[in-house]
């Protein structure tokens, strides 16, 4: 069932616990925190819904039709299916949403093609897991995930000595019907507008730390559950024209709180494993789908970022300039070196799991990796091109209200290239990606998105064939040998 966005607004009117500060929230679809982002949720939503898009965005199988992001791929063609979907969802948002509907879903999918990987030990979660992943598809779920621990706690020896319980989510006793959980975990970005959260361990865990190595899923309105946001940037934003991605795209980031949430046993995955609570991730292509999403999701943020590189220069027409017409060429060569990546990732696709294809691994994160390193260097050469431009336009839009103010407005700040409002409009957008309060929201997103840089790198270590790099150089050094010395 592909639900609409009304459908699925109303489905976040469910008692669920949001706090900011010490204000509880009743309604995340009304409140001024949430609204336009709650808006732009139901856009991702209604999209699957209009005729040009439903075939991108949708497939049909036995008679239903299920957000593309539920595509198990068998050919490359399936994975094209895939790419174009993500990339038509992160359009919607110009990829400044990097927790949209596909993400986690796109994780549930990759981990569906290997479920064997869920059975071990006592615990045979394989069914599990493909029954969530039916819930998710028929039911068109939208999950986040809390996959990390909170920063402190790891170092468990301070919590030890004070006499203080470690504040990660552990599992603190088992029932017939399920297992009880507390702690907390982080970052569960976008959970206010979420069906349900995926709660497991993306970093690797000690072999001691069993009781942490849970890994399930929970709806937003578990009881015992609390979403205690950060402060919402969205409240900075008077008005569309003066905070145009303040305004509509705030995401929000939350921390899981859990104080004896239930978990049935149909909803858990992983039980007392500490390394297998890391392996699902990456002995399943779930890794693989879902941060081939987050290339795709960027590629689209590279896109409005070149076009504004672009458009910045042209208003002053400094584009006629040589040297600033290096400057929009390289950063035109970097959207096309990403774009590359990620068309490479199909046309070099891996046949794993058997039965199954796969997006290039090496190459999904040669991307990530590429992603990571580079965004601050991106911003900052867009904040160059727009040099004190962006300080010198009216506080507010609302200078067009008055009828003197507006007159010297139109008159003063045109430029023989732009009209004053359509370049005020344009310097407002600039902002909001290079200085205000959002811009900086968005460049530690980026760079911490996958984790700390060595991270990335590590996965990038793991997945590259070693043997047939030193086979190269054992192979050229075969052909010759010591000479003879006389």
């Not at 706690?153 to 599992?171: C, G, M, S």
């Not at 965004?375 to 050469?381: A, C, K, L, N, Q």
């Amino acid at each position: 069932m592909l639900k609409t966005g009304a459908e699925h607004l109303e489905s976040l009117k469910d008692g669920r616990t949001v706090f900011i500060g010490k204000e509880k929230v009743d309604d995340v679809t009304s409140h001024p925190a949430f609204i336009n982002a709650a808006k732009t949720v139901a856009t991702l939503y209604d999209a699957k819904h209009e005729p040009e898009y439903r075939d991108i965005l949708s497939y049909e199988e036995d008679n239903e039709r299920y957000s593309m992001w539920f595509l198990k791929a068998k050919t490359r063609d399936d994975l094209r299916k895939r790419t174009s979907a993500h990339k038509r969802i992160a359009d919607l948002s110009c990829g400044l949403f990097g927790r949209s509907p596909d993400h986690v879903a796109s994780f549930v999918t990759g981990m569906s093609t290997n479920p064997s990987i869920f059975d071990s030990g006592d615990h045979k979660f394989s069914k599990n897991l493909i029954s969530y992943y039916e819930h998710m598809r028929k039911n068109d779920i939208f999950a986040t995930y809390a996959v990390l621990p909170p920063q402190a706690a790891r170092n468990p020896d301070f919590y030890e000595k004070q006499n203080l319980p470690v504040p990660t989510l552990r599992v603190i006793r088992e029932e017939d019907d399920g297992v009880v959980i507390s702690g907390m975990k982080m970052l569960a970005t976008s959970a206010v507008f979420c069906n349900e959260i995926w709660v497991g361990n993306l970093l690797p865990l000690a072999p001691s730390q069993v009781k942490e190595a849970i890994t399930c899923a929970m709806p937003c309105n578990a009881k015992g559950l609390s979403l205690w946001m950060r402060q919402p940037i969205s409240l900075n934003a008077d008005n569309e024209f003066d905070s145009p991605l303040t305004w509509k795209f705030d995401e929000t980031d939350v921390l899981v709180i859990c104080e004896e949430v239930k978990i049935p046993w149909d909803k858990i995955f992983v039980l007392d494993d500490a390394i297998l609570a890391r392996e699902i991730y990456i002995k399943t292509p779930g890794h693989c789908y879902g941060n081939h999403q987050a290339n795709v999701r960027y590629w689209s943020k590279m896109q409005l970022i070149l076009g504004l590189c672009s458009k910045i220069t042209q208003s002053t027409g400094a584009d006629q300039i040589p040297a600033v017409r290096e400057v929009i060429g390289k950063m035109s060569a970097q959207e096309a070196t990403l774009s590359a990546m990620i068309h490479g990732q199909i046309e070099a696709a891996e046949n794993w799991p058997e039965n199954y294809l796969t997006y290039n691994r090496r190459m999904m994160y040669a991307a990530l990796d590429w992603c990571t390193d580079k965004y601050s260097g991106i911003i900052d050469e867009l904040r160059t091109l727009c040099g004190g431009g962006v300080f010198q336009m009216p506080a507010s839009v609302n200078v067009m209200h008055d009828e003197k103010l507006r007159e010297d407005f139109e008159k003063y700040f045109q430029t023989p290239q732009m009209e004053a409002l359509d370049r005020m409009k344009l310097m407002r957008l600039a902002w909001d990606f290079v200085g205000s309060e959002f811009a900086g929201r968005q460049q530690q997103y980026e760079k911490f998105y996958a984790g700390a840089s060595f991270i990335i790198r590590n996965h990038s270590h793991r997945e590259t064939d070693w043997n047939f790099f030193n086979g190269i150089v054992d192979d050229f050094m075969n052909e010759y040998d010591v000479p003879d010395i006389k």
